[in-house]
């Protein structure tokens, strides 16, 4: 059984670093083809792609948020982990990591999604 | 970026009805194109994967068309679990980009 679950610090303020973490049960990131993303969603509104990882370390981040972006795994322990620098408040948003088994097929298993408010 | 135009943004519909939601991309994505389900309480279901592939445990009533800039979402036969609301999402290229969203009421 595939499982992610999110995890973060609640409430952060601005100019802070939000550090996330996906801890993920069902399935292995050594595995070939397999990859881990990272999705927000501000209150009310639609889902913005952030990052994914793959299972060979490669990444791909959204330009949009410049070079805010980390994003690393822990293959030994199934996690994957999500960096932002500078926070503000538009990053108040719920986080949500979610599996790729496969580049063609997209985001299969979701986690609950983790609330962040940046706030001062 | 690819743009996702999805529409309608919101629809009502009765109980054993048929609907169909559009996606449409700026650019074209082939036919690298999912869709979701969101339902408070639940985790983001996929529903479909590369334009017309039923991830495994969706229901035979949906359906996905499409193939380069075009895509439509269609549920045949609304059950009262269907109501919710569906994004449509390109995976055909970085950055990777979502629609709006169409939330799908009970008339």
């Known amino acids: 059984q595939v499982t992610l679950k999110e995890s973060g610090p609640g409430i952060l303020q601005p100019s802070q670093t939000l550090s996330l973490t996906c801890t993920f049960s069902g399935f292995s990131l050594s595995t070939y083809g397999m990859g881990v993303g990272w999705i927000r969603q501000p209150s009310g509104k639609g889902l913005e792609w952030l990052a994914n990882i793959w299972w060979d370390d490669d990444k791909y981040y959204n330009p949009s948020l410049k070079n805010r972006l980390t994003i690393s795994k822990d293959t030994s322990n199934n996690q994957a982990f999500l960096k932002i620098t500078n926070v503000d408040t538009a990053d108040t948003a719920t986080y949500y990591c979610a599996r790729i088994p496969l580049r063609r097929v997209s985001f299969d298993y979701w986690g609950q999604g983790v609330m962040v408010t940046v706030s001062s | 970026d690819v743009q996702m135009t999805q529409s309608p943004s919101y629809l009502a519909a009765s109980p054993g009805e048929s609907v169909s939601i559009s996606c449409k991309a700026s650019k074209s994505i082939n036919t690298y194109l999912a869709w979701y389900q969101e339902k408070p309480g639940k985790t983001n279901k996929l529903l479909i994967y590369s334009g017309s592939t039923l991830q495994s445990g969706t229901p035979s009533r949906f359906s996905g068309s499409g193939s380069g800039t075009d895509f439509t979402l269609t549920i045949r036969s609304l059950e009262p679990e269907d109501f919710a609301v569906y994004y449509c999402?390109?995976?055909?290229?970085?950055?990777?980009?979502f629609g709006s969203g169409t939330k799908l009421e009970i008339k």
């Open positions: 999402q390109q995976h055909n290229e970085y950055p990777l980009t």
